[in-house]
Every structure is written in structure tokens, then in C-alpha cells.
T-cell receptor
Framework: GESVGLHLPTLSVQEGDNSIINCAYS??????FIWYKQESGKGPQFIID?????DKRQGQRVTVLLNKTVKHLSLQIAATQPGDSAVYFC???????FGTGTSLTVIP | KAGVTQTPRYLIKTRGQQVTLSCSPI?????VSWYQQTPGQGLQFLFE???????NKGNFPGRFSGRQFSNSRSEMNVSTLELGDSALYLC????????????FGPGTRLTVT
């Protein structure tokens, strides 16, 4: 089966700095990856996705990088803001396997 | 378009009781998945329903069951509640089976005393 794991359970960054959240996956055949953001008291919300035929995808202030060689993906948040404080999950196809999440705290 | 709704939002039950949670997916979505979220275990997959059939199942005991109705609404049931069942139960819907972005509801917070 598939499994995912985030490298750090917690991450603290200064407001305005860039954040990098990492995730490893186990199945080299995985072809679709999603990042979710879960704010306190809410369910996870879609941030950005990437398919295995891409190495990089950019959204608004977020970038996802995929390294298929080492089965690793990362989420980069530019100019981190207090509203980015949340738990971040990576998920792989069939989307039923989530990591334990990385809790991002933005320090004003 | 209305989002995923879950009822009730909060629930307190006693050990040994059973509970039923409800989920209404986004209109047009046919897949509904259920997850249990606890601080220690993170987000764990319970099961997925598509077109009224359970398509995938996580590693949970048989006390956890679910069903999906013809209108795609879904319920999950937990029988003989244990203290360890205290958790946030999340429902997510997506347009198709697997491989699609999921839309999560706000969850039902279950406390077992």
C-alpha cells in the first residue's frame, strides 16, 4: 500500500520568511499528489496539486516541488503570513493516505 | 454551491453506546469518504463510498460501518463506543472515485465518556 510521512511535526517561521514543508511517499508508482491546509476548527482545504509528469507547480504564494527520484515532495510558502498558521498534509493517490501533518506556526 | 455539511457538529456519548453521524456531499459529488482525526494518529482513512457501494476501507474494526444513499448522502455508525473513539470525524466528497481532489466538511467532534 501507500504511505506518506511529513518530515517535521512542527515548524515555526517568522512572518515574511519563506516556509518549506516536506513530505516523503513510499510508492514510486504514485502519480498524483495534493497538499491540504487545515486551520483550527475546520476540515482540510485543498491548496495545490501536482501530477507525476511535472517537477514543479506554482500557485498564489505556494509552490510544490516533486522529486520522483527520491520520492519526495515539498510545499514552499513565500512571504509567510499569520493566516498561514495551520496543519499541512500531503496526500497521494488514491487520496486516502495522509501524513500526520506538519503544524506551521507563524511568529509575528 | 454549498459545501460539505456534517451533522451533528458536536456529540457526547457514553461508553457502550452507539452513534450515527451524517454527511451531505457537495451537489453532484458521488464519492464520500470518512476519516478519523486524533492528535496522536493524525488523519486516518475509514472508508469510501461511491454510488452506494463501499469501494475502499481502512484498517478499523467492524464496529465502524457506513452506508451511502441514492442521493449520495452518507452516514457512518460506530457501535459499542470506546473511550478511544473520541475524535474528530471528517467527511469528504469528490466528483469521482479516487484520484480527485476532496472537499472536506467541518467534522463532527465526538467525545466518549
Amino acid at each position: 500500500g501507500e504511505s506518506v510521512g511529513l518530515h517535521l511535526p512542527t515548524l515555526s517561521v517568522q512572518e515574511g520568511d519563506n516556509s518549506i514543508i516536506n513530505c516523503a511517499y513510499s510508492n514510486s508508482a504514485s502519480d498524483y499528489f495534493i497538499w491540504y491546509k487545515q486551520e483550527s476548527g475546520k476540515g482540510p482545504q485543498f491548496i495545490i496539486d501536482i501530477r507525476s509528469n511535472m517537477d514543479k507547480r506554482q500557485g498564489q504564494r505556494v509552490t510544490v516541488l516533486l522529486n520522483k527520484t527520491v520520492k519526495h515532495l515539498s510545499l514552499q510558502i513565500a512571504a509567510t503570513q499569520p493566516g498561514d498558521s495551520a496543519v499541512y498534509f500531503c496526500a497521494v493517490r488514491n487520496q486516502f493516505y495522509f501524513g500526520t501533518g506538519t503544524s506551521l506556526t507563524v511568529i509575528p | 454551491k454549498a459545501g460539505v455539511t456534517q451533522t451533528p457538529r458536536y456529540l457526547i456519548k457514553t461508553r457502550g453506546q452507539q452513534v450515527t453521524l451524517s454527511c451531505s456531499p457537495i451537489s453532484g459529488h458521488r464519492s464520500v469518504s470518512w476519516y478519523q482525526q486524533t492528535p496522536g494518529q493524525g488523519l486516518q482513512f475509514l472508508f469510501e463510498y461511491f454510488s452506494e457501494t463501499q469501494r475502499n476501507k481502512g484498517n478499523f474494526p467492524g464496529r465502524f460501518s457506513g452506508r451511502q444513499f441514492s442521493n449520495s448522502r452518507s452516514e457512518m455508525n460506530v457501535s459499542t463506543l470506546e473511550l478511544g473513539d473520541s475524535a474528530l470525524y471528517l467527511c469528504a466528497s469528490s466528483p469521482g472515485q479516487g484520484g480527485y481532489e476532496q472537499y472536506f466538511g467541518p467534522g463532527t467532534r465526538l467525545t466518549v465518556t
